[in-house]
């Protein structure tokens, strides 16, 4: 196993070849982290990871006023605020589904469970494409008649309602 985070479960290594190391996930088990915690004013948090063998190590640190080390210099200038963060997440493609429905019940529970709960990394959104993408099994869209803008011949092939509904 490799190391973790305090309270975490281990990562179980498998090697893909030329230092490709991913921890395994299946029916029994799937590592976890603890779950996160917003640092307090003026310091931060850093998770990293490495093909030298960091799994989402993590590190505090606090911000400096001034900097006077040669190197990056990074300026944070917190009273100008240009978006809001809803959310982290991902994509769900045909090419995603396919393979999480590939996996046992308990596996894809595990699995799910390690991107989305408090035990994982609690992902919040998820990106559906809009009918077919590069990784669809086949081309297709949800409508394809022409001025159709009430969307009375919109419908989701069988594919979208298994592998994404």
């Given at each position: 196993?490799?190391?973790?985070?305090?309270?975490?479960?281990?990562?179980?290594p498998?090697?893909?070849g030329?230092?490709?190391?991913?921890?395994?996930?299946?029916?029994?088990?799937?590592?976890?982290?603890?779950?996160?915690?917003?640092?307090?004013?003026?310091?931060?948090?850093?998770y990293?990871s490495?093909?030298?063998?960091?799994?989402?190590?993590?590190?505090?640190?606090?911000?400096?006023?001034?900097?006077?080390?040669?190197?990056l210099?990074?300026?944070?200038?917190?009273?100008?605020?240009?978006?809001?963060?809803?959310?982290?997440?991902?994509s769900?493609?045909?090419?995603?589904?396919m393979n999480i429905?590939?996996?046992?019940?308990?596996?894809?529970?595990?699995?799910?469970?390690?991107?989305?709960s408090?035990?994982?990394?609690?992902?919040?959104?998820?990106r559906?494409?809009?009918?077919c993408s590069?990784?669809?099994?086949?081309?297709?869209s949800?409508?394809d008649v022409?001025?159709?803008?009430?969307?009375?011949?919109?419908?989701?092939?069988?594919?979208?309602?298994?592998?994404?509904?």
């Open positions: 196993t490799l190391p973790c985070l305090p309270g975490a479960r281990p990562c179980i498998k090697d893909f030329r230092g490709s190391l991913v921890c395994v996930c299946n029916a029994t088990y799937c590592d976890t982290l603890d779950p996160l915690v917003l640092p307090a004013t003026g310091s931060y948090v850093k990293e490495s093909k030298a063998g960091k799994r989402l190590e993590r590190s505090e640190g606090r911000f400096q006023r001034s900097l006077r080390t040669p190197g210099l990074l300026t944070l200038n917190t009273s100008t605020l240009y978006q809001h963060v809803k959310g982290f997440g991902g769900l493609s045909d090419a995603a589904a429905l590939k996996l046992s019940q308990p596996a894809q529970d595990n699995l799910l469970r390690s991107y989305f408090e035990s994982g990394i609690e992902y919040n959104l998820i559906v494409p809009m009918a590069d990784f669809s099994v086949r081309p297709y949800y409508d022409p001025d159709d803008y009430e969307l009375k011949h919109f419908k989701l092939p069988d594919e979208d309602v298994k592998m994404k509904v």
